[in-house]
């Protein structure tokens, strides 16, 4: 097991021997995901109906004002997601919507969390979760090389 470990090390220390891939690879993840959030809510390009669905939906949760969270919520996620993304002002773009995660969680964890109740919130905790974990990691990892940060400031 262990030659297997440390060819395969070895491997991966080649690939990406100062990180820069695997924290682009991140945080285009993160960035993806978010972005495509708050499409949803903005505008219903991927798999909404916008602000109205939106809205309707945070009314049944008991968000209110619903439509003035359902556009901040969507531009945290559209605009941080579109920075991440870029690798433009990474860490405080992350950091926002860090922020908006850690409410999203407070918010459905006494819903149920995961998947323990049927509902307008059934799975928003879990994702809140792992997207969250993978936000809070491309935070400490930073932009990396591939990012405008790196080419704008030389961070």
Sequence with gaps: MSTINSA????????????????????????????????????????????EQSAAWFEQLGLQPAVALTILFGSIEFFGGLLIALGLFTRPALMVVAAYFLFTLIFFFPNGYFWLTAGPSTNAGRWTVVWGLAVFAALIRGPGRFSLDTKLFGK
Aim: net charge positive; hydrophobic share 50%; proline share 2%.
């Design 8 to 51: 395969a090390g070895g491997f991966f220390a080649r690939l990406d021997p100062d990180g820069s891939i695997s924290a682009l690879l991140l945080r285009l993840s993160v960035a993806g995901a978010i972005f495509a959030n708050g499409n949803t809510k903005l505008f219903g390009w991927i798999t909404g109906g916008g602000v």
